[in-house]
T-cell receptor, first 115, second 112 residues
């Protein structure tokens, strides 16, 4: 049983470039969230997608965008990279319980380094 | 705005001692609280949800709405409990149910 998968594992980019990060949720989960985790801090919410539609957006600039595909996998795109974008990017697959409550299951993350 | 505070960045205890990781939150809506754990070189894992009121690996946490706290406790710490612990909040009544607000995390070290 595969958990949440993310690719690539590590990435090194130069300032000004763009990057695409990928995530596949747990089978049967229709919603994903993306987080940025800077060293020494807790994860910060970037986006949530459900059924290919954006359902929430954190306090991030328009350089950050995302989309979700019919198979519920997702991409996070970041344009015009800045040094401050260096972080671990986490994808979470969301289980919606019929009785209420939502649980998020995290992938291993993509480590982005911007030089 | 919702906020989660974990006042201790580092916490050290000896094996067999009780441990309490503090978490305070500020939010006026209906919060759902979680504890996540990250062991060395592993991904972030869900440890506890306040809704389920369960005990996982000997850990418990009670939501205290009066004190706006959700402290994580274990009566007898084990060396394998050494990890980074994050407290997180979700707005149960909000439109973006996929948004978790995390604290800064507490590194727990259990010495033999």
């Amino acid at each position: 049983d595969a958990g949440v998968t993310q690719s690539p594992t590590h990435l090194i980019k130069t300032r000004g470039q763009h990057v695409t990060l990928r995530c596949s949720p747990i089978s049967g989960h229709k919603s994903v969230s993306w987080y940025q985790q800077v060293l020494g801090q807790g994860p910060q919410f970037i986006f949530q997608y459900y059924e290919k539609e954006e359902r929430g957006r954190g306090n991030f600039p328009d350089r950050f965008s995302a989309r979700q595909f019919p198979n519920y996998s997702s991409e996070l795109n970041v344009n015009a990279l800045l040094l401050g974008d260096s972080a671990l990017y986490l994808c979470a697959s969301i289980l919606v319980r019929i009785a209420g409550g939502r649980e998020q299951y995290f992938g291993p993350g993509t480590r982005l380094t911007v030089t | 705005a919702q906020r989660v505070t974990q006042p201790e960045k580092l916490l050290s205890v000896f094996k067999g001692a009780p441990v309490e990781l503090k978490c305070n939150y500020s939010y006026s809506g209906s919060p759902e609280l979680f504890w996540y754990v990250q062991y060395s070189r592993q991904r972030l894992q869900l440890l506890l949800r306040h809704i389920s009121r369960e005990s996982i690996k000997g850990f418990t946490a009670d939501l205290n709405k009066g004190e706006t706290s959700f402290h994580l406790k274990k009566p007898f710490a084990q060396e394998e409990d050494s990890a980074m612990y994050y407290c997180a909040l979700r707005d149960a009544g909000g439109t973006s149910y996929g948004k978790l607000t995390f604290g800064q995390g507490t590194i727990l070290t259990v010495h033999p």
